[in-house]
């Protein structure tokens, strides 16, 4: 069926990207992780087995934001397999939620069940700084837009899902044992996901902290929403790259100071990210995992 809005997903074109990557990678690793603005350090740690520039994968959605390389990358941290997407669909390029998460519903069509989400946010908590990593708790999705809408005539998924445990508990607490025992600082926050482009204004930002958020970012949501549809596990981890209500120096929050503050802590989220897939590769959930098919 071809797609007859922005919120439809032509899942034949899912099917044809997977068979694509299958070809030379007939085993899929369990796990994925989309890695945020700046945050590209991290993938110098990966011994990389295959890698597909985006513009290679049929029908694959193309990043146009500086900062996302928009590559697709098969590799091991520290032995573990995984697959990594460096650079992801923003709703702001103009895309649509389809274009969003088509990286999501390929990762579910390949059989991954476990999803690292990342990103670079703004803080709205007093207690969240620049060059701090937060562990999701939950999210808002002020983005008026939901990725549930693909065409589902072989009810391949609910129509209607639960959002109770947005993000995982059992990796959750993973990435708070490891952040500990390695010494990492890991706060935790609410993270409200937003249309942007633009930043916010002192009043969003008041508004947004009045309803819960800890944090904000333009990701993340709609791809947590696909995955869960699909029945991965998530785990989300942000790094605070600025403040929103006390916006720097230069009183302006600009995607330059995004990505520059990603150096204040990507050799933390470099040791976080292969701890937490050390941890996850051994652990009870991926055992599970196996048992389930
Ligand atoms: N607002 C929205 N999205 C963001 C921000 C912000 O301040 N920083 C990084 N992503």
Redesign the pocket.
């Given at each position: 069926m071809m797609p007859q809005t922005e919120n439809d997903i032509d899942l034949s074109e899912v099917k044809d990207a997977a068979a694509f990557l299958r070809r030379d990678n007939p085993v899929i690793p369990h796990l994925a992780i989309v890695i945020g603005?700046g945050l590209g350090a991290f993938l110098n740690t990966i011994e990389k087995t295959g890698q597909f520039p985006y513009a290679t994968i049929p029908h694959f959605p193309v990043s146009s934001v500086a900062g996302h390389e928009g590559e697709w990358i098969f590799g091991t941290s520290d032995g573990n397999p995984v697959i990594i997407l460096a650079g992801r669909k923003h709703l702001y390029e103009g895309a649509g939620v389809a274009a969003c998460t088509f990286a999501i519903r390929l990762l579910g069509e390949l059989g991954v069940r476990m999803l690292i989400l990342t990103?670079?946010?703004?803080a709205l908590s007093r207690h969240l700084l620049p060059g701090d990593l937060i562990l999701i708790a939950d999210h808002i999705n002020l983005m008026f837009r939901k990725p549930l809408f693909p065409p589902n005539p072989e009810r391949l998924f609910d129509r209607l899902p639960c959002s109770a445990e947005t993000y995982d508990i059992r990796l959750g607490k993973i990435a708070r044992d490891v952040a500990s025992a390695e010494k990492i600082p890991l706060k935790e926050g609410i993270y409200l996901g937003?249309m942007?482009p633009s930043?916010?204004t002192k009043a969003e930002a008041q508004f947004m902290k009045w309803l819960g958020a800890d944090a904000?970012?333009?990701s993340t949501v709609l791809e947590n929403i696909a995955a869960r549809q699909l029945g991965m596990r998530v785990l989300g981890i942000s790094y605070i790259?600025?403040s929103?209500l006390f916006p720097g120096i230069q009183g302006k929050?600009t995607h330059e100071e995004?990505l520059a503050n990603a150096k204040l802590v990507e050799v933390n989220f470099a040791k976080l990210m292969r701890g937490v897939i050390r941890a996850i590769s051994v652990s009870a959930v991926v055992e599970e995992l196996h048992e389930s098919g």
């Amino acid at each position: 069926m071809m797609p007859q809005t922005e919120n439809d997903i032509d899942l034949s074109e899912v099917k044809d990207a997977a068979a694509f990557l299958r070809r030379d990678n007939p085993v899929i690793p369990h796990l994925a992780i989309v890695i945020g603005s700046g945050l590209g350090a991290f993938l110098n740690t990966i011994e990389k087995t295959g890698q597909f520039p985006y513009a290679t994968i049929p029908h694959f959605p193309v990043s146009s934001v500086a900062g996302h390389e928009g590559e697709w990358i098969f590799g091991t941290s520290d032995g573990n397999p995984v697959i990594i997407l460096a650079g992801r669909k923003h709703l702001y390029e103009g895309a649509g939620v389809a274009a969003c998460t088509f990286a999501i519903r390929l990762l579910g069509e390949l059989g991954v069940r476990m999803l690292i989400l990342t990103n670079a946010a703004g803080a709205l908590s007093r207690h969240l700084l620049p060059g701090d990593l937060i562990l999701i708790a939950d999210h808002i999705n002020l983005m008026f837009r939901k990725p549930l809408f693909p065409p589902n005539p072989e009810r391949l998924f609910d129509r209607l899902p639960c959002s109770a445990e947005t993000y995982d508990i059992r990796l959750g607490k993973i990435a708070r044992d490891v952040a500990s025992a390695e010494k990492i600082p890991l706060k935790e926050g609410i993270y409200l996901g937003t249309m942007g482009p633009s930043y916010e204004t002192k009043a969003e930002a008041q508004f947004m902290k009045w309803l819960g958020a800890d944090a904000v970012g333009m990701s993340t949501v709609l791809e947590n929403i696909a995955a869960r549809q699909l029945g991965m596990r998530v785990l989300g981890i942000s790094y605070i790259s600025n403040s929103v209500l006390f916006p720097g120096i230069q009183g302006k929050i600009t995607h330059e100071e995004v990505l520059a503050n990603a150096k204040l802590v990507e050799v933390n989220f470099a040791k976080l990210m292969r701890g937490v897939i050390r941890a996850i590769s051994v652990s009870a959930v991926v055992e599970e995992l196996h048992e389930s098919g």
